[in-house]
């Protein structure tokens, strides 16, 4: 056996440390003295040698070693989601991915872009794309702001203040800041210069909405967007990862919700009717609109009620199933409105087309969720700016294809509709 290794020192290649043949010298020399067959001892011997990192036996030249790419390696905003996939734990992926119950909504959100086509221009424009607009005091030098998104600390340690940083950067986005956020809005307000927003869930107390309005005007918000959908919605994927996920014994097991009534839904928003923007109006000094209309009717009950604005939304497929998408309904609520108020519009863009076929529809501007969340998942700060910039630019593609020099130029015209 001694024999054995010596010539194995000799063999071009195998340059093996006197400690590596004095250890695999003893392992087989046990084995020998122990087993009763030589064969069996030249099997572990030649097994020790197939282990042996200086064969470089386990590297193996056929398997592909993923890697996280570069942030400027990212082109489109889609790439950015299998990195945040990759980075996060599911469930906190599936937050941000799931819609309510079986994601018929969610899915039809993003269908809806297909059924509508843009029309090229005829001829080139001079010069870029006029891009620049106001809504309610805040210049905006894009069409697009960052929709109101909950808890971003458990997708990255910054939280919401790198969102807003990462907005801020890509030309001063306007960021609308969720109620829900996982910090305090004075730290969010305090992280940047650039205007927000803040989005609020009403509670029954009024006392407890003057104070969070005050919070948030105090922290400088320029406009606040009350939401009136996703009134008892359930999540499956949710309701799949708790079951799946082991129960911390300090965590203890998830607590039962009391409800009121007998359907086991859950009421903490069911209270919500139309005077309750009168009382909200007393408490804020700034601009005021809704957020979850889909019909016609609702938006004119929006200016009835004095509001400033009317947010298109159905909470990107969270809120209702089996809820029309947000852009089949836009052009009804863009004519019922009139132009007397601006018309927001969110759920389901992915791309600067999508907003240019929501602004060719008659939205006044496009709101972005889970778009800056795999942004922020991704790469932090950094990467809500990125895959804004992406957005804007591919926004000024887009105006430049169909021919519009400016907002302005986009009308109906632009578009040809193809909905069910």
């Known amino acids: 056996m001694i024999l054995v290794l010596s010539n194995l020192r000799s063999v ?21 003295e122990n087993s009763s067959s030589r064969r069996h001892a030249f099997r572990t011997l030649a097994g020790m040698l197939a282990a042996s990192p200086l064969l ?31 980075k996060l734990p599911r469930q906190v992926y599936n937050y941000t991915a799931y819609g309510v119950d079986g994601e018929f909504t969610l899915r039809r959100n993003r269908q809806a872009f297909d059924w509508v086509d843009l029309v090229p221009g005829a001829g080139s424009i001079a010069g870029t794309p006029a891009t620049a607009t106001e809504l309610f005091g805040t210049k905006m030098a894009y069409p697009l702001l960052v929709s109101p998104t909950a808890a971003h600390v458990a997708i990255h340690p910054e939280g919401e203040a790198a969102t807003r940083q990462g907005a801020t950067a890509a030309s001063n ?45 105090t922290a400088g918000c ?51 009717d139309w005077k309750l923007f009168a009382e909200l109006r007393q408490m804020v000094k700034v601009p005021l609109l809704a957020k979850g209309i889909l019909t016609a009717e609702d938006a004119l009950l929006c200016l009835e009620h004095g509001l400033d604005g009317v947010y298109v939304s159905n909470h990107g497929g969270r809120s209702l199933d089996y809820g029309p998408s947000t852009l089949e309904v836009l052009p009804e609520i863009v004519d019922a409105v009139k132009g007397r108020v601006p018309v927001l519009f969110d759920s389901g863009v992915r791309t600067g087309s999508d907003a240019l076929k929501a602004l060719a529809l008659g939205a006044s501007a496009v709101c972005l969720g889970r778009v800056p969340r795999w942004g922020l998942g991704a790469y932090g700060a950094p990467g809500v700016q ?22 302005a130029a986009i009308d109906r015209s632009l578009v040809r509709t193809d909905f069910p």
């Open 173 to 217: 986005t306007p960021m609308i800041v969720s109620n829900v956020a996982s910090l305090p809005i004075e730290k969010i307000g305090a992280a940047a210069t650039g205007p927000f927003w803040f989005q609020l869930y009403a509670k029954e107390d009024p006392a407890l909405n003057r104070e969070t309005l005050e919070r948030a005007q």
């Open 56 to 86: 470089k036996a386990q590297l193996d030249p056929f398997r592909e070693h993923h890697r996280i790419p570069k942030l400027d390696e990212l082109i489109t905003a889609l790439d950015f989601e299998p990195v945040f996939h990759a």
């Open 386 to 407: 990125r895959v804004l910039e992406i957005m804007q630019a591919e926004l000024v593609r887009a105006m430049t294809s169909t021919g519009r020099s400016s907002l």
């Open 222 to 272: 320029r406009a606040v967007v009350v939401t009136i959908d996703q009134q008892a919605s359930v999540y499956d994927r949710a309701i799949h990862d708790a079951n799946l996920s082991p129960v911390s014994p300090r965590r203890g097991a998830p607590r039962e919700v009391k409800v009121r009534n007998p359907y086991r839904v859950r009421d903490f928003r069911l209270f919500q």
């Open 12 to 32: 071009s290649g195998f340059k093996a440390t006197g400690h590596s043949c004095i250890l695999i010298s003893c392992l087989a020399m046990q084995n020998w």
